[in-house]
């Protein structure tokens, strides 16, 4: 009798296409992939897959079994989330964030699936967008949040939330009374996001002016690395105002006022589209919940300063 776990074993080696691939991607081994694939042509009757070279092709067979297997995978998600118990959402979920979601709300987040889904775990990697916009293309993370949204062929994006750029100063460096002219942020070294990413790009762009001297761009990979800097004075932070809140608090970072115009930026919640994505979509819809109620806590806040 076919069962669920040889149909989805079926599926992931096609859409991966390896047996590697589908064995990490369901958290077992290469031999219980092919001997899932061994049972399942065996009940079919019919060979499914090409074996003959690196990847893993499906037959003609294999490509009808496509349609139906993800049918019934997809049919198999859906009845689990409208009938069955939360806590029936098991496994574990590669997911995939932008460090500005860390020092925002990553840590509410991950509480609330542990409430909600207690069953579920997650893998959590951060990186920078490209990074992690080639990952999630290449399967190796199942869920995303970046600077987005992303356009890639099977991409499904959900917006999460807006943040404002703004240009941070330790108050050491004089900067804080009244607006600060380009010319005047030009003279200190600018401190922003890693090269290759969107905002360095924007950053770069904005102090490309006759006018103004060459200026000195310091890029990390690090905000916290980027924040510390500027605390110390060594330079103007160009960053989301939302992940230096407890700095602005107690004074060790001002927020300049200058009519230098950055736009912000959208973080989306990214996934491809599969017949299993459920608890992906379900996660990702907790994440815009707990992004928005972030920003209308934090926002009065950062009106003050």
């Known amino acids: 009798m076919l069962d669920f776990r040889s149909i989805e074993t079926f599926l992931w080696v096609v859409k991966l296409g390896s047996f590697r691939g589908a064995a990490q991607r369901l958290n077992t081994t ?9 049972q399942l042509e065996r009940e079919m009757g019919v060979k499914l897959l090409n074996r ?22 997809g049919l198999r998600a859906a009845m689990m989330a409208e009938i069955g118990d939360r806590s029936a959402m098991r496994g574990v979920m590669r997911l995939g964030v932008a460090e500005t979601i860390v020092h925002t709300w990553l840590p509410r987040l991950v509480k609330s699936v542990n409430e909600v889904y207690p069953n ?16 999630l293309l290449a399967q190796e993370i ?93 330079g103007i ?21 200058t009519d230098l115009a950055i736009a912000p930026l959208t973080f989306t919640a990214s996934w491809l589209a599969s ?5 992906v979509e379900r996660v990702a819809e907790l ?10 806590v934090d926002a009065p806040a950062l009106a003050r300063h």
């Open 237 to 257: 932070a160009v960053i989301p105002d939302a992940i230096v809140e407890n700095e602005l608090a107690d004074g060790r970072l001002q927020l300049l006022d």
């Open 275 to 279: 017949p299993d994505v459920v608890a």
């Open 120 to 135: 579920l775990s997650l893998e959590i990697e951060v990186d920078i967008t490209p990074n992690l916009t080639a990952r």
């Open 52 to 73: 003959d070279h690196r990847v893993a092709s499906p037959t003609p067979s294999g490509r009808q079994m496509m349609v139906y297997a993800e049918k019934l995978i």
């Open 287 to 296: 994440a815009r919940q707990i992004a928005q109620s972030s920003l209308a």
């Open 30 to 38: 290469q031999p219980a992939i092919s001997q899932r694939i061994a």
């Open 142 to 234: 199942e869920l995303a949040f970046v600077v987005g949204p992303l356009s890639a062929s099977g991409v499904h994006n959900r917006v999460l939330a807006d943040y404002p750029i703004g240009f941070l100063a330790s108050p050491s460096l004089g900067l804080g009374k009244g607006p600060v002219t380009p010319a005047e942020l030009a003279r200190f070294p600018i401190i922003t996001f890693p090269r290759k990413t969107k905002p360095y790009e924007v950053v770069r762009e904005v102090f490309d002016r006759p006018e103004l001297p060459p200026i000195r761009l310091h890029a990390s990979a690090s905000l916290a690395t980027v924040i510390h800097m500027a605390v110390e004075g060594l």
